[in-house]
């Protein structure tokens, strides 16, 4: 269980708030860090995944996109005491950036193109 004096002194009177919906987020705070049920809000952001990928890193892109997430919940909290976490994962292949696919199709093509990519290394 997580407990270190951190905790403790500063945390333990925060609310957790994870800016996204993945429900392994959720978990891994459950468990790995023993954060109590009832000290996490789930609020999932309305921030637009819609980035420019080009002239960024892969990790620039999706720090950049997790900072939104955590700025478009902020701005929905009321006045209070928060730790406000986000995250963003991708998927590279070659140099290009491949978010969650829109369709089981565009999954189907990634897939393929990333199976081809691997081949070819």
């Known amino acids: 269980m997580f407990n270190p004096p951190l905790y403790e ?4 009177r925060s609310q957790f708030v994870l800016a996204l919906t993945s429900p ?7 468990t790995n ?3 109590p049920e009832e000290k996490i809000l ?4 309305n921030f637009e995944e819609n980035l420019q990928k080009t ?5 620039e892109y999706v720090s950049l996109t997790a900072k ?6 902020i701005g929905q909290l009321k006045t209070g005491r928060y730790v406000v ?3 963003d994962t991708v998927v590279l292949c070659g140099d290009e950036i491949l978010e969650k696919p829109s369709t ?3 999954q189907l093509e990634w897939l393929k193109k990333y199976r081809q990519s691997a081949k070819e290394q």
């Open 85 to 87: 976490m986000s995250s």
């Open 68 to 73: 939104h997430k955590a700025q478009a919940v």
């Open 104 to 106: 089981a199709k565009v």
């Open 24 to 30: 392994r987020r959720k978990q891994i705070l459950l």
């Open 42 to 45: 789930v609020i999932g952001s």
């Open 55 to 59: 002239d960024v890193s892969a990790s």
């Open 9 to 12: 002194r500063v945390f333990s």
């Open 33 to 35: 860090l023993g954060i």
